[in-house]
């Protein structure tokens, strides 16, 4: 699966419209979009800026790029947060880390895999302490991983979308 990097600007528009074209809706705005596209494409970002009245397109990409919310990579179909926080680190999160690098094929400093299935970023913590390590799928969260959990986790994934 290619990850479509092309604008649809009539869907832009359609979304533009639903928050009536107001830059006091731009994070709702870019959300739609991120939500559209998985990401904020470059284009995206200017053809708002160029549309909303009182934005100009490095106000837009100023706010995509402040809040940590939004991405201006492709994200995969699943997206994959591994918590590196203090509870999670202690108990073994680098090593469940490495195993989804391993199991997935992505290099240190990649984000997506080659083919859009699957995102991966470390964050600082997921609010689940008492579960650690913990990681999240798409909001599900995968409490007390190990190398082999992970392992299986992905291996369903990965049977559920051939």
């Known amino acids: 699966m290619a990850i479509n990097t092309k604008i ?18 731009l994070i709702a705005i870019l959300q ?5 596209y998985r990401y904020l494409p470059e284009d995206a970002l200017i053809y708002i800026g ?13 706010v995509a790029t402040f809040y940590a919310q939004f991405s201006l990579e492709p994200k995969g179909k699943f997206e994959i947060k591994v918590c ?8 073994g999160s680098m ?13 240190e400093g990649q984000l997506t895999t ?15 302490c008492g579960l650690a390590p913990v990681v999240v799928i798409n909001g ?8 082999d959990a ?13």
């Open 114 to 128: 080659d083919n859009g299935l699957f995102s991966l970023e470390t964050v600082s913590c997921l609010g689940a």
């Open 32 to 36: 739609a979009v991120q939500e559209e």
């Open 140 to 147: 599900k969260v995968h409490p007390q991983m190990t190398s």
């Open 50 to 62: 160029t549309k909303v009245e009182g934005l100009s397109p490095a106000t837009v990409f100023g």
């Open 8 to 25: 649809n600007t009539s869907k832009l528009d359609e979304i533009l419209c639903r928050y009536e074209y107001k830059k006091s809706n």
């Open 84 to 91: 590196d926080g203090t509870a999670c680190h202690v108990r």
């Open 150 to 162: 992970i392992s299986i986790v992905l291996d369903t994934i990965l049977k559920e979308e051939e």
């Open 95 to 107: 090593p469940v880390l490495n195993a989804i690098r391993n199991k997935l094929g992505i290099k």
